[in-house]
């Protein structure tokens, strides 16, 4: 059973316009969200991320935003540039783990075309 | 410069044999973790560690073990019990029990690519 869910396996947008990147998640007691860009044969890198306590958190052209009632985050990049173009992994962390584990996502491939 | 290193980049074994990918941090972070990248799968953890010599089983830590006999250092054994072991191993770490702002965020190596034959 998935507890994070990445439902659109990639997106494509035009460069300059926005990408929207979508997370849905089952568990209400998950209290910290994070996105991590991934290239091609390389570790993830962190990108941004929200405490529950908060519904949106913004840098520079990346901004997270955290629906608790829909239990939803997406990112928002904009303007979306060529060298956005990689997978896209939104991750969790349970508020009683006192563990730093994290749950991630499938992964969204985002191609941002010049 | 701090980071984690992963060697090597890309690893070939034959099947049967075990093999040990290494992990090594000079982040000073407690926290370390393992895990495989499958296509469409996205990161599944394999073992992590909060401290020097204490490590827990992951989600699918059937077919590995790892050992933390130094706070810089995380290897991981891909045994011949692994009934899959062709994957892209990802190891990362953080501040972990000690907190700080390196808590919640993890950070990753560059990965080590194993093909078993």
């Known amino acids: 059973d998935q507890q994070v869910k990445q439902n659109s396996p990639s997106l494509s947008v035009q460069e300059g316009r926005i990408s929207i990147l979508n997370c849905d998640y089952t568990n209400s007691m998950f209290d910290y969200f994070l996105w991590y860009k991934k290239y091609p044969a390389e570790g993830p890198t962190f990108l941004i991320s929200?405490?529950?306590?908060?519904d949106k958190n913004e840098d520079g052209r990346f901004t997270v935003f955290l629906n608790k009632s829909a239990k939803h985050l997406s990112l928002h990049i904009v303007p979306s540039q060529p060298g956005d173009s990689a997978v896209y992994f939104c991750a969790v962390r349970h508020g009683s783990s006192n563990t730093g584990k994290l749950i991630f996502g499938q992964g969204t491939t985002l191609q941002v075309k010049p | 410069d701090g980071g984690i290193t992963q060697s090597p980049k890309y690893l070939f074994r034959k099947e049967g044999q075990n093999v040990t990918l290494s992990c090594e941090q000079n982040?000073?972070?407690?926290?370390m973790y393992w895990y495989r990248q499958d296509p469409g799968q996205g990161l599944r953890l394999i073992y992590y560690?909060?401290?020097?010599?204490?490590?827990q089983k992951g989600d699918i830590a059937e077919g590995y073990s790892v050992s933390r006999e130094k706070k810089e250092s995380f290897p991981l054994t891909v045994t011949s019990a692994q009934k899959n072991p062709t994957a892209f191993y990802l190891c990362?770490?953080?501040?972990?029990?000690?907190?700080?702002?390196?808590?919640?965020?993890?950070?990753f190596g560059p990965g080590t690519r194993l093909t078993v034959l």
């Open positions: 929200i405490s529950s306590i908060k």
């Open positions: 990362a770490s953080s501040g972990g029990i000690s907190g700080g702002s390196s808590y919640n965020e993890q950070f």
């Open positions: 560690s909060q401290i020097v010599n204490d490590f």
């Open positions: 982040l000073n972070h407690d926290a």
